[in-house]
């Protein structure tokens, strides 16, 4: 074999080689071609899968999320709505919300007190027990209660009754039945006094009853006014003097003279004293003072001081405390009570008349001496006293 | 603990916090109400109320609320205050401060400093809250 044809042998053996690798590569390039066309048209559908799958679940939370507000929203009021309303439920009490301006809380306690309220504040008290009727010849307070006497006994076995007083404790023999219970006043029993509020569009009437006899005191409240009208009734009274408790409070009268309010409690830092009444030896009235209540005993002394004055056929009464006033009068002159000593005072109310309270608002009074009159400047009103009076008289009158 | 619960178990539960949540804000935004109206009306609110009673439902749904906080889906933008925002804060602050006067104005001098002070403290507040940054927004803008 000579050289040149070795040569082309191996010539055409390396373009068969390239040319066989050549197709081996391309045919490997057409399976991972089609590996990966495969490969992607997997990843596509699983893709599309995924896509199916979480896109419902998307769906759903859009869903939820919907749903959510309308339903908390809803279930929060109607919670809310609950709690606010056991809560109301649970609390409300109608004897808070006062009547405006002026209401009127009658309790049916010791004394009957009747307090006044203007624009919810306290201002003062009417009172079943500082109210005196009188029917024929008797008088006595309107409202009382009864009172048994407090015994004590001596080394021997007689008893004593013992009296507190402001300013002392006084044991006297017993002389009459122990029994025998002193009644003070014509009513004192709580269980006959009736008690009704009603509430009408312009006015508020409180009616008391007292139980018998047909005794019954009657207000009426205008609404949004600042005064009230005070209606007795009973059966044949020739007398009645409606009550009212008033701390610190000057009176000016029709005249422009002024009764300052001169009450004092004086306490007379001492304890009271133990006072014994009858023949006894010292050694007998000290048994009876050891058995008097410690606690009676360490009660502290005090003494009471006040004038007194009374007036026939008075217009009215003006109650004046700093900026606080009080108007009191009846339809026709009437015979007043003040009692500086306990800050009582009382206004008669004759058959066929009632008595009448004007609470003045911020007031300022000032005496003329051309009208004879107090003239008042409030809230409400600028003018006298007699002019004020008419026109209260004329717009009660209108309500009825 | 971990409970496993059921889909609509945990949808029931989910809407459970959100109503806790609803519940308490809008019983405190009352209470607080019902607290200022009481200062004035201390005798109207009485009457309905036992305010000790409402507070007590309160600190009720309060606690709820945080035990099981409910997930908050709204991501507010953080804005710059605009001037509606400057007007509300200014308006605030003056009737928090008349407020104050209107209890305090007894008092004498004192009852005129002391609003002006709470009115300027009620505006100073409510402007930090509206400018107060999101911290946490903050890092993730700066982390990228």
């Known amino acids: 074999m000579d050289y040149n044809e070795r040569n082309d042998w191996d010539e055409r053996y390396r373009k068969w080689k390239e040319e066989k690798d050549r197709k081996k590569r391309q045919e490997e390039a057409r399976n991972d071609e089609s590996k990966r066309a495969k490969i992607i048209e997997f990843i596509k559908k699983e893709e599309e899968k995924v896509e199916r799958v979480v896109g419902k679940e998307v769906k759903d939370i859009e869903k939820e999320v919907r749903l959510h507000k309308g339903v908390v929203i809803g279930i929060g009021i109607f919670l809310i709505l609950i709690i606010l309303g056991v809560i109301i439920y649970v609390n409300y009490d109608p004897s808070k919300i006062r009547y405006q301006y002026i209401d009127i809380e009658v309790r049916n306690a010791s004394g009957l007190p009747m307090n006044v309220y203007y624009k919810e504040r306290s201002l003062f008290s009417l009172s079943g027990w500082e109210s005196m009727l009188k029917q024929g010849n008797q008088s006595d307070r309107l409202y009382g209660n009864e009172q048994y006497r407090k015994i004590i006994f001596d080394d021997k076995g007689k008893a004593y009754t013992y009296i507190r007083l402001e300013d002392q404790i006084r044991l006297e023999p017993l002389t009459m039945d122990p029994g025998k219970v002193t009644r003070i006043g014509w009513f004192s029993s709580q269980s006959d006094v009736r008690i009704e509020d009603n509430i009408r569009k312009e006015y508020k009437k409180t009616s008391v009853s007292l139980g018998f006899d047909n005794v019954e005191i009657n207000y009426l409240i205008p609404k949004k006014e600042n005064y009230f009208k005070v209606m007795i009734k009973a059966d044949n009274y020739t007398d009645f003097s409606l009550g009212f408790v008033l701390n610190g409070y000057d009176i000016y009268l029709p005249n422009g003279s002024i009764l300052i309010n001169d009450h004092q409690n004086v306490d007379l830092n001492k304890q009271v004293d133990l006072i014994v009444v009858g023949n006894l030896t010292e050694n007998e009235k000290d048994f009876l003072k050891n058995k008097v209540g410690s606690e009676d005993k360490k009660s502290k002394a005090i003494q009471l001081n006040g004038t007194s004055t009374s007036f026939d056929d008075t217009d009215y009464e003006i109650f004046v405390k700093n900026d606080s006033a009080i108007i009191v009068f009846s339809e026709m002159p009437t015979r007043f009570e003040n009692l500086f000593k306990w800050n009582v005072f009382r206004i008669g109310v004759d058959q066929g008349n009632n008595a009448y309270l004007v609470i003045l608002d911020n007031a300022n009074l000032t005496y003329s001496e051309d009208k004879l009159d107090w003239i008042i400047n409030d809230r409400y009103f600028n003018g006298s006293a007699n002019d004020y009076i008419d026109l209260v008289l004329n717009k009660m009158g209108e309500i009825e | ?144």
């Open chain 2, 1 to 144: 603990m971990k409970f496993h619960l059921s889909e609509r178990e945990r949808v029931i539960w989910e809407h459970a916090k959100h109503v806790f949540s609803f519940v308490f804000q809008t019983l405190l935004v009352i209470f607080l109400l019902t607290l200022l109206i009481k200062e004035f009306y201390p005798d109207k609110v009485n009457a309905y109320f036992n305010i000790n009673w409402f507070m007590i439902v309160v600190i009720v749904f309060g606690a709820l609320s945080i035990i099981f906080p409910a997930k908050n889906e709204e991501i507010r933008e953080e804005k710059e205050p605009t001037w509606k925002d400057k007007v509300l804060i200014i308006a605030l602050a003056v009737l928090g401060g008349i407020i104050i006067y209107l209890k305090l104005r007894n008092l004498g001098w004192i009852g005129i400093v002391i609003p002006i002070l709470g009115a300027l403290i009620i505006g100073l507040l409510s402007w930090l809250v509206l400018t107060e940054k999101n911290e946490d927004q903050d890092n993730e803008n700066t982390l990228g």
